[in-house]
């Protein structure tokens, strides 16, 4: 998949953020999918808000691939936002990671072994309506060995709005 890269806000990061923000919508059985603010890369603020402001009777998710290293999902509920981190501990490195960790209220374990391991964090029932359960979620976002687009790839494959999702990303 294509790489888009994010300005980050004035403060927040001085270079490009490698990644990418997809929004997936469901309406009357189809998915569509479009690119998000580059800027939701790094703010999860911009992110929340841009996704609420796309009205649809289906669902919608956002699916945001954060410099190679971990993915996010966000989703709107009428009583907020669901949110899933694949990996907890890019909350060390990366502000959006911490952002999630915090409207969770999710602390990082003060044993700094424990960071050394990867795990994903958040509601892992997220997309389970949609197709994934939260135990294959889990395991997927576990995968090591899988960099964060072919996460969502495969995500997009289980809910099945892969070729929408590829069609955004590979877009120049």
Do not use: H
Not at 97 to 106: E, F, G, N, Q, T
């Amino acid at each position: 998949m294509a790489v888009q890269s994010a300005k980050a806000p004035p403060g927040v990061r001085e270079d490009a953020l490698p990644g990418f923000a997809v929004a997936a919508i469901r309406e009357d059985g189809q998915w569509r999918c479009a690119r998000m603010d580059p800027d939701s890369l790094v703010d999860l603020d911009a992110a929340i808000t841009e996704l609420r402001g796309l009205r649809s009777t289906g669902a919608v998710l956002g699916l945001l691939d954060v410099d190679d290293e971990f993915f996010v999902l966000l989703r709107p509920t009428p009583g907020g936002v669901a949110l899933m981190v694949s990996d907890a501990a890019a909350a060390l490195d990366y502000d959006v990671a911490a952002d999630v960790l915090d409207l969770l209220r999710i602390d990082l374990p003060p044993d700094d072994d424990a960071l050394d391991d990867v795990w994903p964090e958040g509601d892992l029932n997220i997309i389970a309506d949609l197709g994934l359960p939260a135990d294959e979620l889990e395991v997927l976002a576990s995968q090591v060995e899988l960099y964060p687009d072919e996460q969502l790839a495969a995500i997009g494959r289980r809910c099945g709005f892969a070729d929408a999702l590829a069609e955004v990303v590979d877009a120049p």
